[in-house]
Nanobody, 123 residues
Framework: QVQLVESGGGLVQAGGSLRLSCATSGGTFSSYYMGWFRQAPGKEREFVAAISAGGVMTSYADSVKGRFTISRDNAKNTVYLQMNTLKPEDTALYYC????????????????WGQGTQVTVSS
């Protein structure tokens, strides 16, 4: 059973930056595709970014492309989301997700989820 714990959220002014971290345990991290999702109040959860098991492939939602960067450190069993030029519309609960299947990367359908970390961007 894979366990995911997000950290790094907080309150930041528009234009600022945050780096989210997701530490994993209970599985072979290097074999997992990893993703970041977010859910704003009153809205459905949406895909933000994903990274392949080896870290070679990445994908992003159009709304964050060019501003957010997903990366991973397989030695530390951790995936990151660097968020720059933050906007008030980026305010949401951010979730980390993991799955061993390539289809999860393509279809953004992950089996394992963290509890989330709150990001609030003030205008």
């Amino acid at each position: 059973q894979v366990q995911l714990v997000e950290s790094g959220g907080g309150l930041v002014q528009a234009g600022g930056s945050l780096r989210l971290s997701c530490a994993t345990s209970g599985g072979t991290f290097s074999s997992y595709y990893m993703g970041w999702f977010r859910q704003a109040p009153g809205k459905e959860r949406e895909f933000v970014a994903a990274i392949s098991a080896g870290g070679v492939m990445t994908s992003y939602a159009d709304s964050v492309k060019g501003r957010f960067t997903i990366s991973r450190d397989n030695a530390k069993n951790t995936v990151y989301l660097q968020m720059n030029t933050l906007k008030p519309e980026d305010t949401a609960l951010y979730y980390c997700a993991a799955d061993s299947s390539f289809s999860s990367y393509v279809r953004h359908n992950f089996n394992y989820w963290g509890q989330g970390t709150q990001v609030t961007v003030s205008s």
